[in-house]
């Protein structure tokens, strides 16, 4: 850091009351199981909680170690990804 210039912390970026058992400073997309791009097609890979509770789901490009696209749903992952969706157009093209 330069002479003279102050650190900034980088606030959350969900101020909210917490309504969930997991606050958003406590989810690290990148300690999360991974899964491939096809996962809503593949009766291999069963989502934890089918139940239509909603769920956030994260796109990270592990070689890069960024996260490229956060989202959420209120259907379970695989009914939100069998149709047309603009992250899964992003991730495969």
Known sequence: MREGKTAIEQPTLFDLPQTTWHTADEIDPFSLPRHPSDFY????????????????????????????????????????WLGSHDCKDYVLN
């Open 41 to 80: 097609r593949r009766p291999d890979i069963e989502p934890p909680d089918d139940s239509n509770q909603g769920c956030l789901y994260f796109q990270i490009d592990h070689v890069s170690n960024i996260v490229l696209y956060v989202g959420e749903t209120k259907l379970s992952a695989r009914r939100r």
